[in-house]
């Protein structure tokens, strides 16, 4: 599975709603049907499957027909696409931050010598 920036796009941007998030940890643990996870929320079954839908396109979930139920289930694998790319980010951020403290440090001595006490 090759990924390119605009599934980064897309993946993200299914995870920015919050309904949408929570349908994902429901599907993580579970086997829910479309129809069972609508009793979770105050909107209409068609709104719920809007959602599936997006999440689907994203590859962050998949739909298995078992009889006549639609099983929503997580896709690992588009889940750990995210986390890689979230861990990326952390580690940008925490290397700036390291980076960010070692200016101050070198800074503070010499801003207390134009201090008088």
Do not use: C
Not at 3 to 22: E, S
Not at 57 to 70: F, H, P, Q, V
């Amino acid at each position: 599975m090759q990924i390119v920036p605009a599934d980064f796009d897309r993946m993200f941007g299914a995870l920015a709603d919050p309904t949408r998030r929570d349908i994902v940890r429901r599907a993580i643990g579970g086997d829910e049907g479309i129809l069972e996870l609508a009793g979770h929320y105050p909107m209409s079954f068609a709104a719920v499957q809007k959602h599936v839908a997006i999440l689907e396109r994203a590859g962050l979930i998949t739909k298995d027909r078992i009889g006549r139920r639609k099983v929503v289930r997580a896709n690992v694998e588009g889940l750990r696409i995210v986390r890689r790319l979230l861990d990326q980010y952390e580690e940008l951020w925490r290397s700036r931050i390291g980076r960010m403290a070692e200016l101050l440090a070198e800074e503070a001595p010499g801003a207390q010598k134009g201090i008088e006490r």
